[in-house]
Each structure stands twice: as C-alpha cells, then as structure tokens.
C-alpha cells in the first residue's frame, strides 16, 4: 500500500469517528522518521508490511479514544520534542505563553537569576527556559517519580542542565534551604466538578494528579502561596498557570500573603485568564 492510500483510508476513518484527520499524518511521520515535507515527496512510495501493522495498531489506539502524544510518545512544544508518558500531562500551546511572560519578567534579573519550575511534569517549563537563557540556575520539583523520570530523560535529550527534585510542590526545596529569584508553576488546578465539561480522552489517559486539585481548584495554588516566603527571594517573582476562571480568586490569595506586592492577572490569546504575575 501507498503512503496516499494509507493516509487516505486512516482520514476517512478519523473523520467518520469525528477525530482529527491529521492523526494519520502524525503517524505517518512518526513511524516512517520523516518531516512534513518528507512525507509529501514520499507520497507514492509503498510503506513497508511491518510498519503497516505498526500504523494500524496505533490508528486502532487513536479511535479508542488514546491521545495521539502518547502514542508517538512526543509533542512539540515551544519548537522542541518532548518525550512524554501517561506519568505526565501533555504539554499545551498555553503553557507557551506562560513561558514567554516568565522570560520577560528575567530581564530583570542577572543572567545567572534562580529560578524553579514547581510540579514540572514533562519539564517543558523547566528546560525551555534553560535553553532559551542557557545562564539561568534552573531547578525543577515533582511529588511524582515516574514524572520525574521523564523530565529527566528530556533534559539529558535536550542538553539541558536542571537540578531535579523529589517531593510535594516547594518543600525540598525548602528542607534543603534553597531562595529563587522566579518560581513558576503549572500545578493541578481542574476541580473535580469539572469532569463532565472535559474531553473523555484527558479523564481517562493523563494523570489525574497533574489534574485535578482539591477546593474548586485552588489547594495546589493555596499551598504553594503559603509556601513562597520561605523560598522567593525579596524582589523575586512568581509566575502561575490558572483555570480560566481562577485568577481573581489566585490573585486575592497572593496579595493577602504579598500586601505589597504588584501582581496581575494576564489572559491568553483566547482571551481567557490564563497566568498570574506577582512582582515582589
């Protein structure tokens, strides 16, 4: 069978179970160790039996419903691949902008500022920043092992050099006496009342630890402020992902712990609350 023909068989299934067609195409690539353009000039070749059963295999996952990430075991994010697993959430396009505003807020800092990405995950946050500000001191925490595990093996991938942590949010860090001039996090922040308004394919695949959170969504984020003095620098920052509809209740939290403090709820480009800045 042709590339064409596979392809346009695996669309027509996609588009009658109403998923993406382009999952084919991300197959294709992925099984074949081509690029987009390869894969267009490629399109008359005939694709080999074995990888045929590989790409039938994971288009069967696909139409289960199983996230196309976690079966190629990539996504891209901020222009780099990230390996992930069902340990780690899959990394999203508005994590991205929460990247950009921390990136902003460092030309503030010495090159060598400290920063720490709480509840790292895939360590997307984490190793962008380090690779985008190769002098940054970067440390990364996670209660999860196997989430770790991976973040690690995406830094050593990456060349990134980031100190990796085990434990509950900053507290580690704060055993260990460690002070940061940022520290940024994307915790768990969907409220278990929120299971009925999200895609099936996220309750059943990505870890409930990296979704869901106690107290309407706010317990990570109410822990985490709580434990900000003892690791934030004076004149540090801190830098948080938010639920749509979080960030006056967050910033509340923030300016009760920080008086003084300027902080600021940013949305995103869907003109959604997405980040919480606070400036100390």
């Given at each position: 069978m042709k590339v064409t023909e596979w392809l346009a068989q695996a669309k027509a299934t996609l588009q009658t179970a109403e998923l993406e067609p382009v999952i084919s195409e991300v197959l294709m690539q992925r099984q074949m160790g081509w690029t987009k353009?390869?894969?267009?000039?490629?399109?008359?070749?005939?694709?080999?039996?074995?990888?045929?059963?590989?790409?039938?295999e994971q288009l069967s996952r696909a139409l289960a419903g199983e996230p196309v990430q976690y079966i190629t075991g990539e996504e891209v994010f901020y222009d780099r691949v990230f390996s992930v697993s069902e340990a780690v959430l899959i990394p999203r396009p508005e994590t991205e902008e929460l990247v950009e505003h921390v990136l902003s807020v460092l030309k503030k800092f010495p090159d060598d500022a400290r920063v720490v990405d709480v509840g790292t995950g895939s360590g997307a946050i984490a190793i962008t920043l380090k690779k985008e500000q190769p002098t940054l001191r970067v440390f990364a925490?996670?209660?999860?092992v196997e989430a770790l595990a991976v973040a690690e093996k995406n830094a050593q991938t990456l060349a990134?050099?980031?100190?990796?942590?085990?434990?509950?949010?900053?507290?580690?860090?704060?055993?260990?006496?460690?002070?940061?001039?940022?520290?940024?996090?994307?915790?768990?922040?969907?409220?278990?009342?929120?299971?009925?308004?999200?895609?099936?394919?996220?309750?059943?695949?990505?870890?409930?630890?990296a979704l869901f959170a106690e107290n309407?969504?706010?317990?990570?984020?109410?822990?985490?402020?709580?434990?900000?003095?003892?690791?934030?620098?004076?004149?540090?920052?801190?830098?948080?992902?938010?639920?749509?509809?979080?960030?006056?209740a967050i910033k509340s939290a923030l300016a009760e712990a920080y008086p003084q403090?300027?902080?600021a709820v940013v949305k995103d480009l869907s003109g959604n609350d997405r980040v919480v800045l606070m400036e100390t």
């Open positions: 353009t390869q894969m267009v000039l490629s399109r008359h070749e005939l694709v080999p039996t074995t990888v045929l059963a590989m790409l039938d925490s996670d209660i999860s990134a050099e980031i100190t990796f942590v085990q434990g509950d949010l900053l507290q580690p860090l704060i055993d260990s006496g460690e002070k940061f001039d940022v520290v940024v996090s994307n915790p768990p922040y969907i409220a278990y009342s929120e299971t009925d308004v999200m895609d099936v394919s996220v309750i059943e695949y990505e870890p409930h630890l309407d969504g706010l317990a990570l984020y109410q822990r985490l402020i709580q434990q900000l003095p003892s690791c934030l620098k004076k004149g540090g920052v801190a830098a948080f992902e938010i639920g749509y509809h979080q960030g006056e403090a300027k902080i």
